[in-house]
């Protein structure tokens, strides 16, 4: 994730996530404060739109298209869509589901997902739900899944269980870590709504995790971001969660021995280190 309009994972983050068995996807991202809206009629309307809205034109697939492309040749796992810019028309509304929908079926032809976040309504409003309900679940229906705003309450992720039915586990209930209004708080109490979205059946979606490295000191010493992670991950309250299958083999959280902690992966050119102390 990045303030861009496209991001797309290193190639070493992708290679270490499939080393695991995670998939790694990168991020369509346009915001209304900074261009967002003339970005996300380009994406609909192609490549001869000048990023102002035209009542004539119909939904065009070459940007989807060029967005697949590059899914195959860098090999992530799909796109985490965040339009964060409201829509002009009811025209505009349709297109979009059109292009979460034409992104969606393409990448599922390749065993790779979409995943939507809870942002634009179905008016094209840009309004957080915190919820899924009648307002996003259009853009849910033609997606593998939706990352939810992160200022819900309880009430809030019950009305989701109910509405998500059969398909709650492709909910992703988002914690910010940060804690921006975050239910139960976050930073190193982000672990108390990770228990309650669990204990309902939901998904978890963690952002900003880079919480341990840019606050509590971690950009000042190795040793301060060191303590942190392992407050944020190995903490108390993170593991008695782990616990919850601990009799289970297959549902277990294990930390291997020699997993390591990437702190020690070196900058390289082709295959050479150029650095030799720990990046992290």
Same mark, same amino acid.
């Given at each position: 994730?990045?303030?861009?309009?496209?991001?797309?994972?290193?190639?070493?983050? =992708?290679?270490?996530?499939?080393?695991?068995?995670? *998939?790694?996807?990168?991020?369509?991202?346009?915001?209304?404060?900074?261009?967002?809206?003339?970005?996300?009629?380009?994406?609909?309307?192609?490549?001869?739109?000048?990023?102002?809205?035209?009542?004539?034109?119909?939904?065009?697939? /070459?940007?989807?298209?060029? %967005?697949?492309? %590059?899914?195959?040749? /860098?090999?992530?796992?799909? /796109?985490?869509?965040?339009?964060?810019?409201?829509?002009?028309?009811?025209?505009?509304?349709?297109?979009?589901? %059109?292009?979460?929908?034409?992104?969606? #079926?393409?990448? +599922?032809?390749?065993?790779?997902?979409?995943?939507?976040?809870?942002?634009?309504? =179905?008016?094209?409003?840009?309004?957080?739900? #915190?919820?899924?309900?009648? +307002?996003?679940?259009?853009?849910?229906?033609?997606? +593998?899944?939706?990352?939810? #705003?992160?200022?819900?309450?309880?009430?809030?992720?019950?009305? =989701?269980?109910?509405?998500?039915?059969?398909?709650?586990?492709?909910?992703?209930?988002?914690?910010?870590?940060?804690?921006?209004? *975050?239910?139960?708080?976050?930073?190193?109490?982000?672990?108390? @709504?990770?228990?309650?979205? &669990?204990? %309902?059946?939901?998904?978890?979606?963690?952002? @900003?995790?880079?919480?341990? /490295?840019?606050?509590?000191?971690?950009?000042?010493?190795? *040793?301060?971001?060191?303590?942190?992670?392992?407050?944020?991950?190995?903490?108390?309250?993170? &593991?008695?969660?782990? &616990?919850?299958?601990?009799?289970?083999?297959?549902?277990?959280?294990?930390?291997?021995? +020699?997993?390591?902690?990437?702190?020690?992966?070196?900058? #390289?050119?082709?295959?050479?280190?150029?650095?030799?102390?720990?990046?992290?």
């Amino acid at each position: 994730f990045s303030h861009d309009c496209i991001s797309i994972p290193p190639s070493t983050w =992708t290679n270490l996530a499939h080393l695991h068995g995670v *998939q790694c996807l990168a991020t369509i991202l346009t915001e209304e404060w900074a261009g967002g809206l003339e970005e996300t009629i380009r994406l609909l309307d192609g490549p001869d739109s000048d990023g102002n809205p035209d009542p004539g034109a119909p939904f065009h697939t /070459y940007y989807a298209d060029k %967005l697949i492309d %590059l899914c195959d040749e /860098y090999n992530f796992d799909g /796109y985490f869509l965040n339009i964060e810019s409201p829509l002009p028309t009811a025209k505009y509304v349709r297109k979009l589901k %059109l292009f979460v929908k034409y992104l969606t #079926n393409k990448l +599922n032809e390749r065993k790779k997902i979409c995943i939507w976040y809870d942002s634009i309504t =179905t008016l094209g409003k840009l309004e957080w739900q #915190n919820e899924l309900n009648k +307002n996003n679940e259009e853009f849910f229906l033609v997606a +593998n899944g939706i990352f939810l #705003n992160y200022k819900y309450n309880m009430e809030n992720l019950k009305k =989701t269980v109910i509405h998500a039915g059969k398909r709650k586990q492709d909910v992703y209930v988002g914690i910010d870590i940060f804690g921006r209004g *975050q239910f139960g708080g976050g930073q190193f109490d982000s672990w108390k @709504a990770v228990k309650v979205i &669990t204990e %309902l059946g939901l998904s978890v979606g963690l952002f @900003a995790p880079g919480y341990t /490295y840019e606050c509590e000191g971690g950009l000042q010493s190795f *040793q301060h971001f060191n303590k942190n992670e392992e407050r944020l991950w190995w903490g108390i309250g993170t &593991t008695e969660l782990l &616990t919850v299958h601990r009799d289970d083999p297959l549902k277990s959280w294990v930390i291997v021995e +020699n997993g390591g902690d990437g702190f020690a992966i070196l900058a #390289n050119e082709p295959g050479y280190p150029v650095k030799s102390n720990p990046v992290y």
